[in-house]
């Protein structure tokens, strides 16, 4: 069990927009600006796409944003290529030093 | 650009310790805006986090493992380490080093080590 849910699938179609969802409680995604997105490749390690909610580092495509309402962080996927069919997997800061993870998102382009 | 890389056996027996060292290079593990971490990832599962150091040995372990664990660092060599205690099937993972950025992000990551527990 994680503490942060993750719809286990989404899937999309070359050029929609898809969107995960990352849901924690009011002592963690809900009480700090510290959730962070992670895209990750099969058998490769974790890239970080998005920071500190919506924040996207250097190099990270812009059609990556990430957003966030109360409990709920979301990251959007805009123009879907294939490419970005991967494992999306959300953090947020948990407090007490703490950091949880989600359980992770598989993305499939159809 | 840092760069990380987990090093340590790949097999380990039950009950047994697990052993491992990350060693950091392109940038000092004394930076002030660095705390390091080790994740794990079980075989088709999520990541979890273990636990992190700061340059000055204070640790953050995650309560879930935290009568298992030790992190320490060694600042010369600019390398820390893992020892996860008692180990069990349930313990097989990937695990990661990472460096904890604050305010808090992990990046970027080591490639990872597989770390079977069987006998």
């Known amino acids: 069990q994680y503490v942060l849910a993750q719809t286990a699938s989404v899937s999309g179609s070359p050029g929609q927009s898809i969107t995960i969802s990352c849901t924690g409680t009011?002592?963690?995604?809900?009480?700090?600006?510290?959730v962070s997105w992670y895209q990750q490749h099969p058998n490769k390690a974790p890239q970080l796409i998005i920071f500190e909610d919506y924040l996207r580092p250097s190099g990270v495509s812009s059609r990556f944003s990430g957003s966030k309402s109360g409990n709920v962080a979301s990251l959007t996927i805009s123009g879907l290529q294939a490419e970005d069919e991967a494992y999306y997997y959300c953090?947020?800061?948990?407090?007490?030093?703490?950091?949880?993870f989600g359980g992770g998102t598989k993305l499939t382009v159809l | 650009q840092l760069q990380l890389q987990e090093s340590g056996p790949g097999l380990v027996r039950p009950s047994e310790t697990l052993s491992l060292t990350c060693s950091v290079s392109?940038?000092?593990?004394?930076?002030?805006?660095?705390?390091w971490a080790w994740i794990r990832q079980p075989p088709g599962k999520g990541l979890e986090w273990i636990g992190n150091i700061y340059y000055d040995g204070s640790v953050y372990y995650n309560p879930a493992l935290r009568s298992r664990v030790t992190i320490s660092i060694d600042t010369s060599k600019n390398q820390y380490s893992l020892r996860l205690m008692s180990v069990t099937a349930a313990d097989t993972a990937v695990f990661y080093c990472?460096?904890?950025?604050?305010?808090?992000?992990?990046?970027?990551w080591g490639q990872g080590t597989l770390v079977t527990v069987s006998s």
């Open positions: 990472a460096p904890n950025v604050v305010p808090g992000r992990f990046d970027p």
């Open positions: 953090c947020s800061y948990g407090g007490a030093f703490n950091w949880l």
């Open positions: 392109g940038g000092s593990i004394t930076n002030t805006n660095h705390y």
């Open positions: 009011s002592r963690d995604v809900g009480s700090h600006n510290l």
